[in-house]
């Protein structure tokens, strides 16, 4: 294990809406992060009697690690109230509790307690690596999974009560697990070679005979619980299945550990739960350590509580990682530590990282064109969310990233080597339609921050050709493009071109330029930003110059910040003085509910045709956006999707502010605004003058077209 030094997707969406009267085409652009088989409802959108913290970026803090930098703080006694968002017969919290306490979490379905309860633990949080410069105490946060016993529908209630300690909750996953499947026809079951599904006996040697006795074939997992006290290896030629992640546990710190087998190694549907409770960088703490081999695949996993989910070595030519969970590792997700030859990484999900999520470090030979493609990333808590040290033709598609904490990027492409022999970046690095939400972090290390997207000459110059294309990065606390040589010898950033982007609400500059070298920008457009558009200042001082190209269609990030002795810090300066620009748009959003997918964040992503929909049935329903600052908000642009199968509609709404988001007055008393979309299913409301608002609710009360309330936009403008 090296030393460093340094957790929803778009899904096209195939069932309607109650408020759709016809289906509507998809939109043409690629799906971003990976298709789910949960929905995630932040609690911080749920009904509480308990305290919302958050949000915050500071290092060390509890809400710093949590999904949208937001949580819900549960006193034992208190509840928080999720509306079910689709039907589901299982439930995955990510929480924390006091180090070295532990509690539960009583269950409520639309007011019935059942009789299940959610243990809660701090065993595997809290965790300390001091050989890690610049780390403090993080990985707050843990997972717990239950299955109900039953089904519950989209817009049921489930309330989770806080009993034996005070539970901060953070979000909930709501699932419709299938039934376990069965035996294939063939196979060799564990249990006939005398495992034990209870999980009290040692089931080691019976995994081990099971696989001897099937090479070619597959090894079956029934349904149970297995208890594996040392490593398998020598594994080849061989399938191992079980009857899918949520009914076929393995309990296991180290399921394979082995080096150069000839491959044909296939692991799918169950989950492995490690005891890994503080990272051990000697250990090899890991579900797969070592090689597969090649054309290997790994599909369908729940890797939960491990140092690493797969640390990989060795031959792993044309290895295929899809569709699994990784949850709370102590360190990387997956790290392919060299030799990988044509490995896919794809549409997987990954959440409360120790360390990188996703990372390539091409170690005594170069990583060579692999992908990571598909994946929805969340809360690494001390490094990337993607991390690329070094490696030929490589490419990072299609990703979603959020919530990067302390020494990490949404994506870093980096020749950082920490060991040698090491292989820089080389071919093309090809980073292609990544979604970036609130990533970058202050580096307590370099007394500065890391930008969401980070090309990094740390050790060596980056001469490859890297090519940054339709990439989203959205409330970016600090800057959104880096470019430095983080090891401070200003090794060069060469032959990078940054084409599409959008930049909404960067905390500081869109470019951080900190190394000599050379980039060029096409049709990068930003607003909100928060200090000046670019930090042109390359260190060390005098190192040479960073020379930024103007490619055309680039907008909104002119500005220049003049003073290379002192850092930008967020919301300083002037830089986007336009008052004619859209003060909602990719700002934070709640609701008191939301149908399904069709959640609050819709209603202010720049796209008419995705939307909100409140729980349906049950007016009055409020939604409400953080401006991120006291604005005069003189204009209000409402609008539903401008498909004629929208029928036409008259919403009646009161419009609120506040400064502080607790105390709302009126600023516009109830009135019906007529949607029709044959003048474009657009309503205007005026604002009077008057103090300005920060934040900004409509509560609706009634709707002629459906049982809810529904915007596709909500546009806030300075102008009257």
Not at 73 to 84: D, I, K, M, S
Not at 359 to 375: I, K, V
Not at 548 to 558: A, E, R, Y
Request: charged fraction near 15%; charge should be negative; proline fraction near 5%.
């Amino acid at each position: 294990m090296r030393r460093s030094v340094r957790g929803m997707p778009i899904i096209a969406v195939v069932a309607l809406s109650a408020g759709l009267l016809t289906a509507t085409a998809p939109t043409a652009h690629a799906a971003v992060g990976a298709t789910l088989p949960f929905t995630s409802v932040e609690a911080e959108s749920a009904t509480t009697t308990g305290t919302r913290i958050g949000p915050d970026h500071t290092q060390g803090t509890l809400a710093s690690e949590a999904s949208g930098r937001q949580a819900v703080q549960l006193a034992p006694g208190r509840r928080v109230e999720f509306t079910v968002p689709r039907a589901a017969n299982a439930v995955n919290v990510a929480h924390s509790v006091p180090d070295g306490q532990s509690g539960t979490l009583n269950l409520y379905v639309n007011g019935t307690r059942l009789a299940k309860t959610l243990p809660m633990t701090s065993k595997y949080s809290y965790i300390d690596t001091s050989w890690i410069p610049g780390a403090k105490t993080h990985h707050f946060f843990d997972n717990a999974r239950l299955l109900l016993g039953q089904n519950v529908q989209a817009g049921d209630k489930i309330a989770f009560e806080a009993a034996g300690a005070q539970v901060t909750v953070d979000v909930a996953d709501f699932e419709q697990v299938a039934a376990a499947a069965g035996q294939p026809a063939g196979s060799v079951s564990v249990t006939s070679k005398g495992a034990d599904p209870t999980g009290n006996g040692d089931s080691t040697q019976a995994f081990r005979d099971a696989i001897s006795a099937a090479q070619g074939g597959v090894v079956w997992i029934p349904p149970g619980d297995y208890r594996l006290t040392s490593a398998l290896s020598g594994i080849q030629n061989v399938t191992l299945q079980g009857a899918g992640s949520w009914h076929s546990v393995v309990h296991s710190s180290r399921f394979i550990d082995q080096s150069g087998f000839s491959g044909g190694v296939h692991i799918k549907d169950f989950a492995v739960i490690g005891e890994v409770t503080e990272r051990v960088d000697s250990n090899p703490d890991n579900f797969v350590n070592g090689s597969l081999g090649r054309g290997s695949s790994v599909s369908g996993m729940w890797l939960q509580h491990l140092k690493v989910g797969l640390w990989l070595t060795g031959d792993n030519d044309n290895l295929v990682v899809e569709n699994n969970r990784f949850l709370d590792m102590t360190a990387d997700g997956l790290n392919l530590n060299g030799n990988a030859r044509g490995v896919r990484v794809r549409n997987n999900f990954l959440r409360n990282q120790g360390d990188d999520a996703l990372a390539m470090w091409s170690l005594y030979a170069p990583d060579t064109n692999s992908s990571f493609e598909n994946n929805t990333i969340s809360q690494p808590n001390l490094a990337n969310g993607i991390a690329i040290y070094g490696g030929t033709d490589i490419a990072v598609k299609n990703n979603l990233v959020s919530d990067t904490n302390a020494l990490g990027s949404g994506i870093a492409i980096s020749n950082q080597k920490f060991l040698d022999p090491f292989s820089p970046l080389a071919g093309t690095i090809t980073v292609d339609g990544n979604t970036l939400v609130r990533t970058g972090a202050m580096n307590p290390n370099w007394n500065h921050p890391m930008g969401a997207l980070r090309v990094d000459s740390y050790d060596s110059a980056v001469n490859a050709t890297v090519t940054i294309t339709n990439t989203t990065i959205t409330d970016s606390p600090y800057s959104a493009f880096e470019f430095v040589s983080g090891g401070g010898q200003g090794y060069p950033v060469r032959n990078v071109t940054v084409d599409g982007a959008t930049v909404r609400n960067t905390g500081t500059v869109v470019v951080q330029a900190e190394a000599q070298g050379a980039a060029t920008f096409r049709n990068v457009t930003a607003t909100g930003v928060g200090a000046a558009g670019v930090y042109n200042c390359p260190y060390p001082a005098n190192s040479g110059t960073f020379a930024l190209t103007d490619g055309g269609g680039n907008s909104g990030w002119s500005t220049t910040w003049s003073d290379c002795s002192t850092w930008p810090q967020p919301g300083q300066g002037n830089p986007d003085p336009d008052p004619n620009r859209n003060l909602a748009k990719g700002r934070p959003a709640t609701s008191t509910g939301s149908q399904d997918v069709y959640t609050p964040g819709k209603a202010v992503d720049g796209d008419a045709n995705s939307y909100w929909e409140s729980t349906n049935n049950a007016f009055p329903q409020s939604w409400t956006v953080d401006l991120g600052s006291v604005e005069a908000v003189r204009r209000l642009v409402l609008k539903l999707p401008p498909s004629s199968a929208w029928g036409a509609r008259t919403q009646t709404l009161t419009v609120l502010g506040s400064t502080d988001n607790t105390t709302y007055t009126t600023v516009v008393g109830a009135q019906g605004y007529r949607f029709d979309p044959a003048t474009g299913n657009t309503a205007t409301v005026s604002l009077p003058s008057g103090p300005g608002l920060r934040y900004l609710r409509l509560s609706v009360s009634a709707n002629t077209g459906w049982p809810a309330g529904q915007f596709s936009e909500v546009e806030a403008y300075q102008t009257s």
